[in-house]
């Protein structure tokens, strides 16, 4: 279909929570950032994991590791959306998935290895230039 395209930035939110996720940049990588009450964080090239699932790109970015505490990442699952490339974007609604991994000295403590927050981010979907 002429004139569309697939988009490659993402501009999300969910009350706290803001998250932008360009897929290239002029320097050619994907860059992600993350925005929250408490921290906000920039991501570059190898510091972005992307899987290729059944349920889209799982894009993933380590927000914090506190030694003998844990390690807190971010995962957003990002569908393949068409644009138009003149357009101002098309509006999306994605999960995005806060994993907590408690992590001690002594080796895992008891319990769930991995606790999970899911929120849902709305924003739009759009092709720019880069």
Do not use: C, W
Not at 32 to 46: H, K, M, P, T, V
Not at 77 to 86: D, E, F, L, N, S
Request: aromatic share 6%; proline share 6%.
């Amino acid at each position: 279909m002429e004139g569309y395209t697939q988009a490659n930035l993402f501009e999300l939110s969910s009350g706290a929570i803001h998250v932008t996720y360009s897929t290239t940049n002029i320097l050619g990588g994907p860059m992600f950032s993350y925005r929250d009450n408490q921290l906000s964080r920039s991501f570059r090239g190898e510091d972005i994991r992307i899987e290729d699932t059944a349920l889209g790109q799982v894009v993933t970015v380590t927000l914090e590791t506190i030694r003998d505490e844990r390690t807190v990442s971010f995962s957003l699952i990002v569908p393949i959306v068409t644009v138009m490339r003149q357009s101002s974007g098309t509006r999306i609604k994605v999960p995005g998935i806060t994993v907590t991994a408690p992590t001690m000295i002594a080796g895992p403590p008891p319990g769930p290895q991995l606790l999970y927050s899911v929120v849902n981010l709305r924003g739009t979907a759009q092709f720019v230039v880069s």
